[in-house]
T-cell receptor, first 107, second 116 residues
Framework: KNEVEQSPQNLTAQEGEFITINCSYSVGISALHWLQQHPGGGIVSLFMLSSGKKKHGRLIATINIQEKHSSLHITASHPRDSAVYICAVSCTDKLIFGTGTRLQVFP | GAVVSQHPSRVICKSGTSVKIECRSLDFQATTMFWYRQFPKQSLMLMATSNEGSKATYEQGVEKDKFLINHASLTLSTLTVTSAHPEDSSFYIC????????????FGPGTRLTVL
């Protein structure tokens, strides 16, 4: 079993739909990260959180430390949101990555 | 702020040659840099952690003589793939962390290496 599990692995949506990606982890962490990787490969850090909720534009990230679970929400999805979304946790000095969720948003 | 660059973005080389990849923090001092490898449709795998001025710490299974890492300054780390083979073809990504950014890592755009 991976230490960081994401679901779903693949997700398709129509433009405008509300999207949720889930992440569960089984290790003690100091922070959880949500990353976005576009087809070209570059990675952008979306959020780093250790408790509660953060919002940036149409993106919202939440974390429940007791349940070891985080969610990434995208409101009013757009084709440009199509990417791979990766959950990663900070454990000691390193990041442990989930396998990613491939999102495709169609117009 | 917090921009990390990598050079080159793409490289094709012949088997047996060595390839150097540079990772630079453009607007902050990176006390720690990380090198990752990513195979198609897989997640990132940490190869090594380098701290400025000291030897890199390699993950289990990563050959330090094969993947030479140098972190000679607070803004530059290099990864040299020595005597590259086709199985070394992959996407290599670096990230950097400053002494003040806590757990946050800033990722470079990656380098796609193809060994013929």
């Amino acid at each position: 079993k991976n230490e960081v599990e994401q679901s779903p692995q693949n997700l398709t949506a129509q433009e405008g739909e509300f999207i949720t990606i889930n992440c569960s982890y089984s290790v003690g962490i100091s922070a959880l990260h949500w990353l976005q990787q576009h087809p070209g490969g570059g990675i952008v850090s979306l959020f780093m959180l250790s408790s509660g909720k953060k919002k940036h534009g149409r993106l919202i990230a939440t974390i429940n430390i007791q349940e070891k679970h985080s969610s990434l929400h995208i409101t009013a999805s757009h084709p440009r949101d199509s990417a791979v979304y990766i959950c990663a946790v900070s454990c000691t000095d390193k990041l442990i990555f989930g396998t990613g969720t491939r999102l495709q948003v169609f117009p | 702020g917090a921009v990390v660059s990598q050079h080159p973005s793409r490289v094709i080389c012949k088997s047996g040659t060595s390839v150097k990849i540079e990772c630079r923090s453009l607007d902050f001092q990176a006390t720690t840099m990380f090198w990752y490898r990513q195979f198609p449709k897989q997640s990132l795998m940490l190869m090594a952690t380098s701290n400025e001025g000291s030897k890199a710490t390699y993950e289990q299974g990563v050959e330090k003589d094969k993947f030479l890492i140098n972190h000679a300054s607070l803004t530059l780390s290099t990864l040299t793939v020595t005597s590259a083979h086709p199985e070394d073809s992959s996407f290599y990504i670096c990230s950097a962390r400053s002494g003040t950014s806590g757990n946050e890592q800033f990722f470079g755009p990656g380098t796609r290496l193809t060994v013929l």
